[in-house]
């Protein structure tokens, strides 16, 4: 397990990955490796399987808060996939994220951020009220908050 805590915490998620799966090989319950190995897919966009690995270490430890809090941001990082998949195309518009916001939790709160850069002439305003009017809906207590806050990227 150590080797797969530093390669996730050095973000070399195959070999997390690899070294999560071999600890489960010789003990399928191992909790802190299904955990890890959950918080491995959220990492690399697998939603499904995270949730199925994290829900096996739940069962296995109910009280968890580690475990309901990667539960918790594999909800937040896929409605904001569901999010930037729903955005309309526009001329000189590029869209990116999702990606942890600097402060990934607030008020026990996972935040992510999707990054919109476009022309100075564009309607930012417009387009991104356009957009969380005709894209998914949050459910339950997850919640959009927009921040529009110019930079410069070039």
């Not at 430890?61 to 309309?88: W, Y």
Request: glycine share 6%.
């Amino acid at each position: 397990m150590e080797r797969a805590i530093a390669a996730f915490n050095r973000g070399d998620w195959p070999d997390a990955e690899k070294s999560c799966r071999s600890v489960l090989a010789a003990h399928a319950d191992y909790l802190d490796a299904l955990h890890l190995l959950g918080a491995v897919a959220v990492q690399t966009g697998r939603p499904l399987e995270a949730a199925e690995l994290l829900a096996r270490a739940a069962a296995i430890k109910p009280a968890d808060v580690e475990i309901h809090n990667t539960q918790s941001l594999i909800v937040t990082m896929s409605f904001a996939r569901k999010l930037l998949s729903a955005a309309p195309q526009a001329d000189g518009l590029r869209l990116f994220g999702p990606a942890d916001a600097p402060v990934a939790m607030v008020r026990g709160r996972h935040r992510v951020r999707l990054l919109v850069q476009s022309p100075r002439e564009f309607d930012l305003s417009g387009y991104v009220r356009f957009w969380l009017t005709e894209g998914p809906r949050t459910k339950g207590n997850l919640r959009v908050q927009v921040d529009i806050d110019p930079m410069s990227f070039y």
